[in-house]
Structures are given as C-alpha cells and as structure tokens.
C-alpha cells in the first residue's frame, strides 16, 4: 500500500503543476523526497521541526497535565518547547530535581507522555544539561526539565 500511496501522491502533484498550481505541487513533491515526511513533523505555523521526547509519568500527572493545556487551548508540545527556549536563553531555570519518597509511587500506573520538542531548542538544553546536574548534584533531564516548564506554566502541582 505504501508504494500506491507513493504513485497516487505523485500523480497528485503532476495533475496540480498541469492545472497550474506549481507552488502546491511543489509541497507534495517535496513530501515526497527522501526524508521528506520530517518536514511534515514542524508545528504548525513555524518553520521548527521537532523530535518526540517520551516522559515516564503517572497516569494520572499526565490527565492532570492535558485537561490544564485543553483549558489553556494549547498543546504541551510547544508549551514544552517554550520552557526548553526559556532555558536556552536564561531566563528560567528548573527547580532541583527531587526523588519521589520510597513507595509514594506505590500503585500508581505509569505511562509515557510523548512530547514534541522543537528540535534547536532540545539540543541547546542537551548541551546545558551537564552543567546543571553539577550545580544540583543531581542528575537533570530532559524529561525532568519538560515537566518542570509545564507544571508551573499550567499551575499543576505535585500530586
């Protein structure tokens, strides 16, 4: 099936240069060009192409987290992304990382929560990352960093 949809996206973009829409026919071919579905990854209305970060959280973190972003009509991704440029930039920081007390955790089902990250803001904050584990003397994340941004920019607090 991939290869029909291949064929059918091509002749797609034959038909729309024939009709005289070359600027549409362009975007499809270039969809189409090897690697091309990255470009498809941007956010919408930005040139930023992004990567997924997995974040391990509590099934319950991770409802407590969309419901506020779906109050705020945002989507956690770009929220996310802004903490990650906040950072790069220097003006936010994320709190110490603190480790969960032994068995708080205790039945709580876990789940991943898939963020896409702006991939320049990413690898600016993976550069920063070892400089802030040794101001903490604990190890920081991306994960960690992500989740920060979004709790106190949702206003979502520890459970």
Known sequence: MPSDLRARLAAAAA???SDGHDDHAASVKAVLA????????AEPGTAAAT???PVSV?????????????HRDASLGPLASQGFRALAEGSWEPPEPARARRGSLAG??????????????????????DGLTKKFGR???????ALSWLREELGVDDD
Do not use: C, F, S
């Open 51 to 53: 990567r997924n970060l």
């Open 139 to 145: 190890k920081v994340t991306l994960a960690h960093v």
């Open 34 to 41: 090897p690697g091309g579905w990255r470009k498809l990854t």
């Open 15 to 17: 038909q729309l240069k």
């Open 108 to 129: 709580e089902r876990r789940v991943n929560m898939n963020l896409n990250i702006e991939v320049k803001a990413r690898e600016d904050v993976e550069q920063l990352l």
């Open 58 to 70: 509590t099934e319950k973190l991770r409802a407590r987290l969309y419901a506020a972003a779906e």
